[in-house]
C-alpha cells in the first residue's frame, strides 16, 4: 500500500512526532513507494536522486526496527563520501528526536579512529560509515555485526564508481544472511545489478517515475557555443547575473581544476571540489563556499554527492553530463526550500542531441539564451555601481568628500563641471573599457603569435622571467593567479606563460609591467621566494 500521509504509517508515534517537527506534511514519491515495503521486512532496490527523500525512506523502517533495549549493532547504513555519512547521520538523529536510548554513529576516514572505538564501546545499534573505516573496525572487532538485522547501501552507483565494490562485498559477508538489505542508488548499472542479485532477496525494484524528477521552480537554459569560448561566456553570465552562491559542473578533475585556475585569474572567488582531494581539503573548501569566502564552486559530479547548501543561486553545465539523471541532480543543487533557481547548460554540435535526451527525460524545454555582450556587462555593473552611490549618498555624512571636491576645483581654475568630474569618477572605479570580443560559431583558425620583440614579447607587451617552473611544481595557472592577485590586473590581459622545467617567461601588458615586479618582488608561490625581471636575449628560449 502507498501511502499519502505520514500519519498514515504504521509506525512509533514518537517517530510521526519528529517528522511533525520537521516540517514534514507528506512524504516524497520515493518515501511513499518504499517506506511501507521496507516496513514489510521487504528487500528493496530504491532508484532515486539525491534530494527526493531517500534518507527518511529508510531511516524511518531502520528507528522501527532497532530495539532501544539492545545495545548492540542492529544496522549499518554505507555511504560514499564522509560528507554523506554524516548527513545521513544528522537526518537519523533529528527523526529520533523523541526514542530514548537509540545512538547512530557515523565512522568514516579523516577523524580520529580512536575516538570512534570509544562511542562504539558505549553501545550503538545504528552506524553510518564509508566501507573503508566501516571494514578497519570489522578487522579490529571493534564493530560486532552478528546482530545486525539491515544494511542499506546509500548511492550505490557512486561507491561502486569511486571503487568500493569489493569493500562492500566484504561488509555483506561479514553480517548474518538473515538480514534485510537495501539500496538506494541513482542509476542502475550493470554492477548494482550483480550485487542485488548476489546479497538480496527478491528484492522489489521501486523507481520514482520520470515526471517526478522535473524540477518545476528552476528556469533552464541552454547556449549554444564552443568549448573555446566557453570561458568567456561563464564569466559574462557571472558578471550579468552575479549569483550570490553558484556551482559549475564539470566531467572530469582535470576540466575542474583548469577552470578554476581561469577563473581566478580572471578575479573570481572560485574553488575546485573533486575526489582527488583530501578529505581535510574537502572541508576546507566546502566551509569556504558556505561562509561566501568563494562563491562559485567548480565540481565534479561525485564530489557534488552530498552538498547541501540553499543559497545557491545559478548551476552552470559547463560540460554536459553523460547520464540524464545526473542533469537533475546537478540543478537541483539549486532552486531548494522553494526559491527559484537558475541553469545554464553550455552546448555545441553533438550535444544538442544529448540536451534533447535530457528534455524528454525531464519533461521539460531549456530555453536559448543569447551570449551576453560586453555591453550587457558593463550595463550590470554600473547599474550596481550606482546602487551603492545612492545608499552611501542616503547615508549622508559626505560634508569632508564634498569639501574635497568644492577644494579640487577651485585649486584647478578650470571650469569642470559636476558631471565632468562624476563621469571621471565612475571612469576609475570601473576600469578601462573592455573591447567587444566577437563570439562566433565558425571553424577555430590556427593562432599566429604576429610580431614579437628580440626577448618573443608581442607588439605592447613585455616578456618577464620568474626563476620557478615544473620542478617546484608550479603551473601556468599558478602564475596567472599569483599576478592577477598581488598586481590587481585582469588575467584577460596577461599574455603567453611559458612553463619550463626551472623557469617560467610571461607576457604582460608593457604599461603594467614595472607594477608587476614591484607588486611579485620576493612573493612566494608553493613556497618558492620569486626572483621576476624583465627578460632579455641571453636568457630568451
Known amino acids: 500500500m502507498e501511502i499519502t500521509k505520514f500519519e498514515d504509517l504504521q509506525i512509533n508515534e514518537n517517530i510521526k512526532k519528529a517528522v511533525a517537527e520537521m516540517g514534514f506534511e507528506e512524504p516524497s514519491p520515493i518515501q511513499a513507494k518504499s517506506i511501507p515495503v521496507i516496513l514489510e521486512?521487504?528487500?528493496?532496490?530504491?532508484?532515486?536522486?539525491?534530494?527526493?527523500?531517500?534518507?527518511?525512506?529508510?531511516?524511518?523502517?531502520?528507528?522501527?526496527?532497532?530495539?532501544?533495549?539492545?545495545k548492540s549493532l542492529?544496522?549499518?547504513?554505507?555511504?560514499?563520501?564522509?560528507?554523506?555519512?554524516?548527513?545521513?547521520?544528522?537526518?537519523?538523529?533529528?527523526?529520533?528526536?523523541?526514542?530514548?536510548?537509540?545512538?547512530?554513529?557515523?565512522?568514516?576516514?579523516?577523524?580520529?579512529?580512536?575516538?570512534?572505538?570509544?562511542?562504539?564501546?558505549?553501545?550503538?545499534?545504528?552506524?553510518?560509515?564509508?566501507?573503508?573505516?566501516?571494514?578497519?573496525?570489522?578487522?579490529?572487532?571493534?564493530?560486532?555485526?552478528?546482530?545486525?538485522?539491515?544494511?542499506?547501501?546509500?548511492?550505490?552507483?557512486?561507491?561502486?564508481?569511486?571503487?568500493?565494490?569489493?569493500?562492500?562485498?566484504?561488509?555483506?559477508?561479514?553480517?548474518?544472511?538473515?538480514?534485510?538489505?537495501?539500496?538506494?542508488?541513482?542509476t542502475m548499472p550493470k554492477a548494482i545489478l550483480e550485487l542485488t542479485k548476489k546479497y538480496q532477496n527478491n528484492p522489489e525494484h521501486i523507481k520514482v517515475v520520470r515526471k517526478e524528477l522535473t524540477v518545476e521552480n528552476i528556469k533552464q537554459y541552454y547556449i549554444e557555443t564552443r568549448s573555446s569560448n566557453k570561458i568567456e561566456v561563464l564569466s559574462r553570465l557571472i558578471d550579468v547575473y552575479n549569483p550570490k552562491l553558484s556551482v559549475v559542473f564539470c566531467n572530469t578533475k582535470k576540466g575542474a581544476d583548469e577552470l578554476v585556475g581561469e577563473l581566478q585569474g580572471r578575479g573570481y572567488f572560485a574553488d575546485a571540489l573533486h575526489g582527488d582531494l583530501k578529505q581535510v581539503q574537502r572541508d576546507i573548501v566546502m566551509d569556504k563556499f558556505r561562509n561566501g569566502t568563494i562563491d562559485i564552486l567548480v565540481a565534479t559530479d561525485v564530489a557534488a554527492r552530498g552538498i547541501d547548501v540553499d543559497d545557491v543561486e545559478c548551476v552552470f553545465n559547463?560540460?554536459?553530463?553523460?547520464?540524464?539523471?545526473?542533469?537533475?541532480?546537478?540543478?537541483?543543487?539549486?532552486?531548494?526550500?522553494?526559491?527559484?533557481?537558475?541553469?545554464?547548460?553550455?552546448?555545441?554540435?553533438?550535444?544538442?542531441?544529448?540536451?534533447?535526451?535530457?528534455?524528454?527525460?525531464?519533461?521539460s524545454k531549456l530555453i536559448k539564451h543569447p551570449i551576453p555582450t560586453v555591453g550587457d556587462v558593463e550595463e550590470k555593473k554600473v547599474g550596481a555601481f550606482f546602487s551603492e552611490v545612492k545608499r552611501v549618498v542616503e547615508e549622508g555624512k559626505l560634508s569632508k568628500q564634498i569639501q574635497w571636491i568644492e577644494n579640487f576645483c577651485e585649486e584647478e581654475e578650470t571650469e569642470y563641471s559636476v558631471i565632468d568630474i562624476a563621469a571621471a569618477l565612475l571612469k576609475?572605479?570601473?576600469?578601462?573599457?573592455?573591447?567587444?570580443?566577437?563570439?562566433?560559431?565558425?571553424?577555430?583558425?590556427?593562432?599566429?603569435?604576429?610580431?614579437?620583440?628580440?626577448?618573443?614579447?608581442?607588439?605592447?607587451?613585455?616578456?618577464?622571467?620568474?626563476?620557478?617552473?615544473?620542478?617546484?611544481?608550479?603551473?601556468?595557472?599558478?602564475?596567472?593567479?599569483?599576478?592577477?592577485?598581488?598586481?590587481?590586473?585582469?588575467?584577460?590581459?596577461?599574455?603567453?606563460?611559458?612553463?619550463?622545467?626551472?623557469?617560467?617567461?610571461?607576457?604582460?601588458?608593457?604599461?603594467?609591467?614595472?607594477l608587476v615586479i614591484e607588486k611579485m618582488k620576493n612573493k612566494k608561490i608553493k613556497g618558492n621566494k620569486l626572483n621576476i625581471e624583465r627578460a632579455n636575449k641571453k636568457n630568451k628560449k
Request: proline fraction near 3%.
Open 41 to 70: 521486512g521487504r528487500d528493496v532496490i530504491g532508484q532515486a536522486q539525491t534530494g527526493t527523500g531517500k534518507t527518511a525512506a529508510f531511516s524511518i523502517p531502520i528507528l522501527e526496527m532497532v530495539d532501544s533495549s539492545d
Open 74 to 186: 542492529q544496522a549499518i547504513v554505507l555511504c560514499p563520501t564522509r560528507e554523506l555519512a554524516i548527513q545521513v547521520s544528522q537526518e537519523i538523529r533529528k527523526l529520533a528526536k523523541y526514542m530514548h536510548g537509540i545512538k547512530a554513529l557515523p565512522i568514516y576516514g579523516g577523524q580520529p579512529i580512536e575516538r570512534q572505538i570509544k562511542a562504539l564501546k558505549g553501545g550503538v545499534q545504528i552506524i553510518i560509515g564509508t566501507p573503508g573505516r566501516t571494514i578497519d573496525h570489522i578487522k579490529r572487532r571493534t564493530l560486532k555485526t552478528e546482530n545486525v538485522k539491515m544494511v542499506v547501501l546509500d548511492e550505490a552507483d557512486e561507491m561502486l564508481d569511486m571503487g568500493f565494490r569489493e569493500d562492500i562485498e566484504t561488509i555483506l559477508e561479514n553480517v548474518p544472511d538473515e538480514r534485510q538489505t537495501t539500496f538506494f542508488s541513482a
Open 318 to 363: 559547463f560540460d554536459l553530463p553523460q547520464d540524464e539523471e545526473y542533469y537533475v541532480h546537478r540543478i537541483g543543487r539549486t532552486g531548494r526550500a522553494g526559491r527559484e533557481g537558475i541553469s545554464f547548460s553550455f552546448v555545441y554540435g553533438r550535444d544538442i542531441r544529448k540536451m534533447k535526451d535530457i528534455e524528454r527525460y525531464t519533461k
Open 428 to 514: 576609475l572605479a570601473m576600469g578601462e573599457e573592455e573591447k567587444e570580443e566577437i563570439i562566433e560559431e565558425k571553424p577555430k583558425k590556427s593562432r599566429k603569435r604576429g610580431k614579437t620583440d628580440e626577448t618573443g614579447a608581442r607588439e605592447g607587451m613585455v616578456r618577464l622571467f620568474i626563476n620557478v617552473g615544473r620542478k617546484q611544481r608550479v603551473q601556468a595557472k599558478d602564475i596567472l593567479g599569483a599576478i592577477s592577485g598581488e598586481a590587481g590586473i585582469s588575467g584577460k590581459t596577461i599574455g603567453t606563460i611559458d612553463v619550463y622545467d626551472k623557469f617560467t617567461f610571461v607576457e604582460v601588458p608593457k604599461k603594467k609591467a614595472k
